[in-house]
């Protein structure tokens, strides 16, 4: 005759099966986010190469965060007044996949139903591409492209916001003020006619109470989308995975040797 399982048995069993689903579940999970991060880092990279190819087939010129359009072209199928970087990058890539991050919600990442890529997870450096209304740049104005970022992760919305998607097509900047207008000079803190370099101190200070998405550029960018740090495409076509203080520590500042675009008067919406 078998002899059935008492209660203290059953009790045990189940303590053991609880105690290895505590210690497993945080290791899938773990898992889980280190296999979105190394398909965030494929994106970056990927992303970082059509940058390459792009300026290469145009004189070395950088795309633009955005470019005006004439929307009112009957070639142009979307009613919009603007064509955004993954719009002109994406010729070199033809994957709407890589401008998707899994760590990202999907519902923040609407950009328009009419664009070849109407979701993006990625936001760029305005130094490196100029917005609509700034200069153009040249390539061969980089000094260090190894050391220079192009892009990076896209916050989809502020803690404080109360839940208000940011838009999808800005940039972002390692700058105070974001967009200095060229009159300024860089100097150690931005002052009537300087501008400076961001701190991580005053970053998360403002992230705390900060609702609209012009008051500090640099937290348009999501820094801590992997816990501790956030993925980078580099000038140089290479890509990294790093926490926000290497990024803006001023022995090696990695947003530009200075803010590149060259503001226009009376056009540039500069600070």
């Known amino acids: 005759m078998k002899r059935a399982f008492t209660l203290i048995e059953l009790l045990v069993v189940i303590a053991i099966i609880a105690i290895l ?88 990442l609407d950009v328009y139903a009419c664009s070849p890529v109407p979701k993006n997870a990625y936001i760029s450096n305005y130094a490196a591409m100029p917005a609509h209304d700034f200069g153009s740049i040249n390539y061969s104005v980089f000094g260090d492209p190894a050391g220079l970022i192009l892009n990076t992760e896209r916050r989809g919305r502020f803690p ?38 961001m701190s991580e101190a005053k970053a998360r200070k403002d992230l705390l109470t900060q609702t609209d998405d012009d008051t500090n550029l640099l937290n348009r960018a999501n820094y801590d989308e992997h816990g501790n740090g956030a993925q980078y495409a580099f000038a140089d076509g290479h890509a990294k995975f790093m926490p926000l203080s290497r990024t803006l520590d001023p022995a090696h500042f ?14 540039s919406e500069c600070d």
Request: aromatic share 14%.
């Open 160 to 197: 404080a916001s109360g839940g208000e998607i940011l838009a999808p097509y800005k940039g972002t900047s390692g700058f105070l003020p974001g967009q200095p207008c060229s009159f300024r000079t860089l100097a150690d803190r931005p002052g009537r006619n300087t501008y400076g370099r």
């Open 21 to 108: 689903a505590a210690i497993l579940f945080p290791v899938f999970a773990q898992a889980k986010e280190a296999a979105k991060k190394a398909s965030c880092l494929s994106n970056m990279k990927q992303q970082g190469l059509a940058i390459m190819m792009y300026h290469q087939d145009y004189d070395d010129e950088m795309p633009r965060t955005s470019t005006d359009v004439d929307y009112m072209d009957p070639t142009y199928i979307c009613p919009k007044l603007r064509v955004y970087w993954i719009e002109a990058v994406y010729p070199y890539v033809k994957n709407k996949g890589v401008f998707v991050c899994p760590s990202q919600r999907e519902k923040d």
């Open 254 to 267: 990695l947003w530009g040797e200075y803010f590149y675009p060259r503001s226009i008067d009376g056009v």
